[in-house]
């Protein structure tokens, strides 16, 4: 089993940066595929990002293509999430997640969930 916790989110003005961090327990973690999701007021959980177990390939949600950046570190048992000129739509609660067979963007295909870190972006 892995153990997730967030960190990092906060209330940031359009067009700012925020780097969310994802800590996970356990031995394994550079065996899980690890993904970022996030879920807005009344809508429903969205993908984002993820990563494979190497880091060798990311996968984005196109609305945040080209802003957003995944990347992990297997040596500190995490995994990041740059987000780069955030707009207002960019507001949720962002939750990491992982998984041990590829990579995927279903949220259902994932067996490990954070509790979530609010992103708050103010026009």
């Not at 089993?1 to 967030?6: A, D, H, R, T, Y």
């Not at 009344?42 to 990563?51: L, V």
């Amino acid at each position: 089993q892995v153990q997730l916790v967030e960190s990092g989110g906060g209330l940031v003005q359009a067009g700012g940066s925020l780097r969310l961090s994802c800590a996970a327990s356990g031995r394994t973690f550079s065996r899980y595929v690890m993904g970022w999701f996030r879920q807005a007021p009344g809508k429903e959980r969205e993908f984002t990002a993820t990563i494979t177990w190497s880091g060798g390939s990311t996968y984005y949600a196109d609305s945040v293509k080209g802003r957003f950046t995944i990347s992990r570190d297997n040596a500190k048992n995490t995994v990041y999430l740059q987000m780069n000129s955030l707009k207002p739509e960019d507001t949720a609660v962002y939750y990491c997640a992982a998984r041990l067979i590829g990579p995927s963007i279903h949220s259902y295909d994932y067996n490990y969930w954070g509790q979530g870190t609010q992103v708050t972006v103010s026009s």
